[in-house]
């Protein structure tokens, strides 16, 4: 029987899910079936997206990262695992009042599963940080010793400060944690980690499995993300929201300094005021995703059509232009890996940055031989 992969991180959006989808197409193309699951699930998508091959009542929605995961991969219902609980602001309230820590009985059936899956891999897909589930009895070193897996971190580098965070969960997973993949660094940065400071992390008994460069398209948001948090009402190009938006800009300056500005920019947003109408046709004609409109009033009937001619949608907030940027900030590199177009991308970055074989080795995995 193969050894469970946990894929965890220290702090939430590090970058797990594209090492899962990396991790998973690699093991397919080599013969192994994946099993994958999120124990406990999050932003939960309602319970029609439940998988209800496993007897239970009621059934727990799903994570939405689930199901896209498993679509991607091509994977069957009996390749998708059950989420064990969903957090939510609810239920954590209640057992906090209750003093429920355990698990329950959904873990010992997800254990069950993971023990009959025999020469399949399977990947499970860890909480936020190390911490995040304790309440729940399920937070990362307590799945790993409930579930006899093996754990690799997927871990935003930003200088030799990182590995304070690196040490503290080495401290907790003890010989479970099996590697790292150092993610977020950036591209001028990653020959020079590879070769000083890849082997003084291993000498602190941190193996790096792989050193992923920042990527501006993985960081980007869907426009149609940023209306849902703006609560922003759509003036055109509905069809357009799935455009992906990698940075923001915020149209305060004349029109002449707005013009040279956003053409050093790619895929913005653009915030500005609603009676500026000549930002926005500046902007219109620059690398812009989207127009977010702030203040009083509504954009001129030419501002519409041209941007109907070039399809970049115009959305408009009740939000000032200070909380308006604040939202988008906080969108901008938090976002989920629901489009192919990032999953896709994201399997390569695994494929060209992560030397895996090992990992494989340590999981018990029987590589089909030629594949």
Not at 9 to 17: A, D, H, L, T
Not at 45 to 54: M, R, Y
Not at 302 to 315: D, I, S, T, Y
Not at 317 to 340: F, K, M, P, W
Request: contains cysteine; proline residues 6%.
């Amino acid at each position: 029987m193969s050894t469970p992969l946990l894929i965890g991180s220290c702090e939430p959006f590090s970058g797990k899910s594209a090492v899962v989808l990396g991790l998973a197409r690699q093991l397919t193309r080599l013969g192994i079936e994946v099993m994958y699951g999120k124990p406990l699930a999050t932003l939960a998508a309602g319970p029609e997206a439940a998988v209800s091959d496993l007897p239970r009542d009621p059934i727990l929605p799903q994570d939405p990262d689930v199901p896209f995961i498993g679509s991607m991969l091509g994977l069957e219902v009996g390749q998708i695992l059950p989420s064990v609980h969903v957090m939510e602001s609810e239920t954590a309230e209640q057992r906090l009042r209750t003093g429920d820590l355990s698990p329950g009985p959904g873990l010992a059936e997800l254990r069950q599963r993971v023990a009959e899956a025999g020469d399949r891999a399977v990947l499970l897909e860890a909480a936020g940080s190390l911490n995040e589930g304790l309440l729940y009895g399920l937070g990362l070193a307590q799945l790993a010793e409930t579930l006899g897996a093996i754990v690799i971190l997927v871990h935003h580098w930003t200088d030799s400060r990182s590995v304070d965070a690196l040490l503290a969960a080495r401290h907790q997973l003890g010989e479970r944690l099996v590697g790292v993949v150092l993610n977020g660094v950036p591209p001028e940065g990653v020959g020079e980690l590879r070769r000083d400071l890849e082997p003084a992390l291993a000498r602190l008994g941190i193996p790096v499995l792989g050193v992923m460069p920042r990527s501006p398209l993985l960081r980007s948001v869907t426009v149609e993300e940023l209306g849902r948090r703006l609560q922003a009402r759509v003036l055109c190009c509905r069809e357009r929201l799935d455009l992906l938006v990698e940075t923001l800009s915020i149209g305060a300056m004349n029109v002449n300094s707005a013009m040279e500005f956003f053409r050093r920019r790619r895929n913005m947003a653009v915030v500005t005021g609603a009676d500026r109408t000549d930002i926005q046709l500046a902007a219109l004609e620059a690398s812009t995703q989207c127009l977010i409109l702030t203040g009083a009033g509504m954009p001129l009937s030419q501002l519409l059509n041209r941007a109907e001619e070039l399809e970049v949608p115009v959305l408009k907030v009740e939000h000032d232009t200070l909380t308006t940027v604040e939202v988008i900030e906080a969108a901008i590199g938090h976002g989920r890996l629901h489009e192919s177009v990032k999953a896709t991308y994201a399997i390569r970055l695994v494929e060209e940055h992560c030397r895996l074989g090992p990992l494989f080795d340590q999981m018990g995995l029987s590589i089909r031989q030629g594949a």
